[in-house]
């Protein structure tokens, strides 16, 4: 179901007892840590809709209900949108009801009957399977991605991510692309080596309105950044492969929820070039993830590592949760480099210098560092 709100289209809209029968006319947004989707993004969702509600239907609400399986994505949400204007947002887990105390940016009108709907507008739902969506919702991200790395980012293995790719290929909601059959070399591609898949305008649509992105409506801040050419395609697919690389490595003994590639996050000037989200020992992580290629001096290294892994370390404190804060690099000067610089780790960090090679991460312990073996730096291809 949806609705239409001034030049949105929103979803579910109902009037929520909260208790002496009073009523509260909301727009209610379910949303998921698996709609591929890091919780600053999905923020910007629910400002633009918070801002065009409040302009058309100035009674009305926001009820936003997080399926997550920790409490890191929902509370991000809730910090997230308190600076939000226009109609009150209020954030709680699925399965909540929906309580006065939940509003944070302001405080909803209450009324002893129930509001009029909005237009009911029919067809909005998308109509694909979900691995297929969580596919699309992957490359509307990327743009263009190898099947290795669309596969990382949905926690799927690689078979079942190709045979998502090839039903949507057959829809044409997603295009194959061999390098080799290109005709005009001229243009850039991803890999010069490697066949990917790039979605289609279509297949852009369909993701947006999954994630409840009306017609017209700007959404450019999910696009994964660009750094580049001088940083290469390992750079690039380093960083996506990180919750595949964390889940062969660490993943009988913990648990890998979610995983992005720059992700904004509240509070830091910078981001890192992949953050996974999961658990580990009883407790809430946040796998961090550098990729250096080691462009710079080790002094220049250690300077800037230092300082982003006691922000990181920080911002986890702040949010309650324990941070595995990784560089990874092609050379194992940098692991030597930066060892000597993390000092006087807290404890509820663990710091990983390991190799960009698939597979070879070291395990991290809590309040030291762990580094990868030479072994493990001997076959990389240094860009």
Same mark, same amino acid.
């Given at each position: 179901m949806a609705y239409s709100v001034g030049d949105l289209v929103l979803p579910n809209w109902r009037n929520v007892n909260v208790g002496n029968g009073r009523f509260v006319s909301a727009c209610i947004f379910e949303i998921s840590s698996a709609d591929m989707l890091p919780p600053a993004e999905y923020c910007e969702t629910l400002k633009t809709a918070a801002s065009v509600i409040?302009?058309?239907?100035?009674?009305?609400?926001?009820?936003?209900?997080?399926? !997550?399986?920790g409490l890191w994505y929902p509370l991000e949400i809730r910090r997230g949108i308190r600076n939000a204007r226009g109609a009150p947002i209020a954030v709680t887990r699925v399965d909540s009801n929906l309580r006065l105390s939940d509003f944070d940016n302001s405080m909803p009108y209450v009324g002893d009957s129930q509001l009029p709907r909005p237009p009911f507008i029919?067809?909005?739902?998308?109509?694909?399977?979900?691995?297929?969506?969580?596919?699309?919702?992957?490359?509307?991200?990327? #743009?263009?991605?190898?099947?290795?790395?669309?596969?990382?980012?949905? $926690?799927? %293995?690689?078979? *079942?991510?190709?045979?998502?790719?090839?039903?949507?290929?057959?829809?044409?909601?997603? *295009?194959?692309?061999?390098?080799?059959?290109?005709?005009? #070399?001229?243009?850039?591609?991803?890999?010069? #080596?490697?066949?990917?898949?790039?979605?289609?305008?279509?297949?852009?649509?369909? !993701?947006?309105? %999954?994630?409840?992105v009306s017609p017209?409506?700007?959404?450019?801040?999910?696009?994964?950044?660009?750094? +580049? *050419?001088?940083? +290469?395609?390992?750079?690039?697919?380093?960083?996506?492969?990180?919750? !595949?690389?964390?889940?062969?490595?660490? $993943?009988?003994?913990?648990?890998?929820?979610? +995983?992005?590639?720059?992700?904004?996050?509240?509070?830091?000037?910078?981001?890192?070039?992949?953050?996974?989200? $999961?658990k580990k020992d009883e407790r809430e992580v946040l796998y961090w993830l550098e990729v250096e290629t080691g462009h710079i001096s080790s002094k220049e290294l250690a300077l800037r590592?230092?300082?982003?892994?006691?922000? !990181?370390?920080?911002?986890?404190?702040?949010?309650?949760?324990?941070?595995?804060f990784a560089v990874l690099s092609g050379k194992e000067w940098i692991a030597n480099a930066l060892e000597m610089a993390f000092m006087d780790i807290e404890p509820h960090v663990a710091a990983i210098l390991g190799s960009w090679k698939f597979g070879t991460l070291p395990a991290a312990r809590w309040g030291s560092v762990a580094k990868a073996s030479a072994e493990a730096y001997k076959t990389n291809d240094e860009e």
């Open positions: 409040g302009k058309n239907r100035g009674m009305a609400a926001i009820w936003v209900q997080v399926n !997550a399986p029919a067809d909005w739902t998308a109509h694909v399977n979900p691995n297929e969506m969580t596919c699309l919702r992957v490359l509307a991200k990327l #743009k263009k991605a190898q099947t290795s790395e669309i596969a990382s980012l949905a $926690g799927f %293995s690689i078979r *079942t991510a190709r045979d998502a790719l090839n039903a949507l290929a057959k829809r044409n909601y997603v *295009t194959h692309i061999d390098p080799a059959t290109v005709a005009d #070399k001229s243009k850039p591609l991803y890999s010069e #080596k490697y066949p990917f898949w790039e979605i289609r305008r279509n297949g852009i649509v369909e !993701a947006l309105r %999954s994630w409840n017209g409506v700007p959404f450019v801040s999910r696009f994964e950044k660009e750094h +580049g *050419t001088g940083e +290469g395609n390992r750079h690039k697919s380093t960083a996506r492969l990180w919750p !595949a690389n964390l889940q062969v490595c660490f $993943g009988k003994t913990e648990s890998i929820w979610a +995983g992005w590639t720059e992700v904004t996050l509240e509070g830091l000037r910078f981001t890192p070039d992949a953050l996974a989200w $999961g590592y230092s300082h982003r892994m006691g922000r !990181a370390s920080q911002y986890a404190k702040e949010r309650d949760v324990n941070l595995v």
